[in-house]
């Protein structure tokens, strides 16, 4: 008997290489700041400027990304994304002013890795998988994170010969997944004639393609969209924004090699794979408000211990390493399950994109306040604090999200605020 797999999972195949590939440019500012400091003089501050543009430019891009994909198809917003980091990958190397990094990697980078996001990972899954939406999500956006992580050990070594050869691993990585997604990814289950995986009949697509402003519009006046944004923006903060741009800067202040501090990033992108997995596989069967709430709070009591952690580098960091790494963006699954039932399959990949947003903007805060903090105070030892109180008040947030009813309330048109 012949076993045939449903083109869902090969459509959640090349999305996998897009997001791991697309990532590797996320990694850039950590390898980079002390090479550039060291090269041109600039400040953390001036350089995380730059990281700051683009994760803002990355946030703000995805829900535009993903009306877009309604209109123009997933396989070329795909396809032009992949294109513009290897553009943008190879005229770095010939940066030589502040004001470049800001174009290249924020504008530029910010744009096109926006468009291959975790919104990416939400709409395959909501538009391909009736059925194990929470695990695909999951492993979807594992690849996203981990691709931040797993390049880290081949920049740092590379980065020895000089900040230029980093490039080199962004650009090629998304060379590769360039013609990956370009001959396997397909826009809807419908135009092969499918039903999504796990249901019975063909979707039709929607009549008229979403507006991002207008589905903003509307998710905006339910608490519901204001709480996970509020949360997500917490959870960039402390991922995209400051352990991703700050941890190999923190490191070195306490004498460690940025070698050593990037494998342990390295370490965090292998476990996160498996934490974000289990993630989704637990949201498909447990409550998605109390996942949220444990992980935030956990998140919390790690970054008030990370300053310890560095300066004595004993057992704790090793700790601090290995949870960080299952709950680095744990967060993903369990939100994107609450939008999907609050606003509805259909509308999920554009609302989730503006959640995303704030992620991205907290991220970008992160990125700038820890650069300049660190420069005034000479420690991180504020902001690690602070990040952790963040990430308590964001513990507490998510327990007030009303339960997600089984099927997707309407979206109001005029109503006033409601949860």
């Known amino acids: 008997m012949r076993l045939r797999v449903h083109?869902?999972?090969?459509?959640?195949?090349?999305?996998?290489?897009?997001?791991?590939?697309?990532?590797?440019?996320?990694?850039?500012?950590?390898?980079a700041m002390v090479p550039l400091q060291e090269e041109f003089g600039w400040s953390r501050a001036t350089i995380a400027a730059a990281a700051s543009i683009n994760?803002?430019?990355?946030g703000l891009s995805g829900p535009f990304s993903a009306a877009l994909v309604d209109r123009v198809g997933l396989r070329r917003v795909v396809v032009v994304a992949l294109g513009m980091i290897v553009a943008s990958a190879g005229l770095t190397t010939q940066a030589t002013q502040p004001w470049h990094l800001y174009i290249l990697w924020g504008l530029v980078a910010g744009a096109a890795t926006g468009a291959?996001?975790?919104?990416?990972?939400?709409?395959?899954?909501?538009?391909?998988?009736?059925?194990?939406?929470?695990?695909?999500?999951?492993?979807?956006?594992?690849?996203?994170?981990t691709g931040q992580l797993v390049f880290l050990p081949l920049m740092s070594h590379l980065?020895?010969?000089?900040?230029?050869?980093?490039?080199?691993?962004?650009?090629?990585?998304?060379?590769?997944?360039?013609?990956?997604?370009?001959?396997?990814?397909?826009?809807?289950?419908?135009?092969?004639?499918?039903?999504?995986?796990?249901?019975?009949?063909?979707?039709?697509?929607?009549?008229a393609a979403s507006s991002a402003l207008k589905v903003l519009g509307e998710a905006a006046r339910t608490g519901t969209f204001w709480a996970l944004a509020a949360s997500f923006f917490v959870c960039g903060a402390t991922t995209v924004g400051l352990i991703a741009v700050h941890f190999i800067p923190?490191?070195?202040?306490?004498?460690?090699?940025?070698?050593?501090?990037?494998?342990?990033?390295?370490?965090?992108?292998?476990l996160d794979i498996a934490g974000t997995t289990a993630s989704g596989w637990l949201t498909d069967r447990m409550d998605p408000r109390k996942l949220l709430f444990?992980?935030?709070?956990?998140?919390?009591?790690?970054?008030?211990?990370?300053?310890?952690?560095l300066a004595t580098q004993s057992y704790t960091l090793v700790l601090f390493v290995a949870f960080y790494g299952l709950d680095w963006i744990a967060t993903v699954p369990p939100t994107v399950a609450l939008t999907a039932?609050?606003?509805?399959?259909?509308?999920?990949?554009?609302?989730?994109?503006?959640?995303?947003?704030?992620?991205?903007?907290?991220?970008?805060?992160?990125?700038?306040?820890?650069?300049?903090?660190?420069?005034?105070?000479?420690?991180?030892?504020?902001?690690?604090?602070?990040?952790?109180?963040?990430?308590?008040?964001?513990?507490?947030?998510?327990?007030?999200?009303?339960?997600?009813?089984?099927?997707?309330?309407?979206?109001?048109?005029?109503?006033?605020?409601?949860?």
């Open 55 to 58: 994760l803002v430019v990355f």
């Open 7 to 31: 083109y869902a999972w090969v459509v959640a195949g090349a999305g996998f290489a897009a997001l791991l590939a697309s990532a590797a440019f996320r990694s850039v500012p950590g390898i």
């Open 250 to 270: 923190a490191a070195h202040d306490h004498h460690m090699a940025a070698t050593t501090a990037a494998g342990m990033l390295a370490v965090m992108g292998l």
């Open 341 to 419: 039932r609050r606003f509805g399959a259909e509308k999920a990949g554009i609302v989730f994109g503006w959640v995303f947003t704030f992620h991205q903007i907290g991220g970008a805060f992160a990125a700038w306040s820890a650069g300049l903090i660190r420069g005034w105070s000479g420690d991180y030892l504020p902001v690690f604090i602070a990040s952790g109180v963040l990430c308590a008040l964001a513990a507490l947030v998510v327990l007030r999200i009303p339960r997600a009813p089984a099927r997707a309330a309407p979206l109001p048109s005029t109503a006033p605020a409601t949860p």
């Open 159 to 207: 980065a020895i010969d000089g900040w230029r050869w980093v490039m080199a691993v962004v650009g090629g990585a998304a060379l590769i997944a360039l013609p990956i997604a370009g001959l396997l990814l397909r826009d809807r289950p419908s135009d092969m004639g499918l039903a999504p995986y796990g249901g019975t009949t063909v979707e039709p697509p929607p009549a």
């Open 116 to 145: 291959v996001a975790p919104v990416l990972a939400a709409m395959i899954a909501t538009r391909w998988f009736a059925a194990r939406r929470g695990l695909v999500t999951g492993l979807l956006t594992a690849a996203n994170s």
């Open 294 to 309: 444990w992980y935030y709070a956990l998140r919390g009591l790690s970054l008030v211990l990370l300053s310890n952690a």
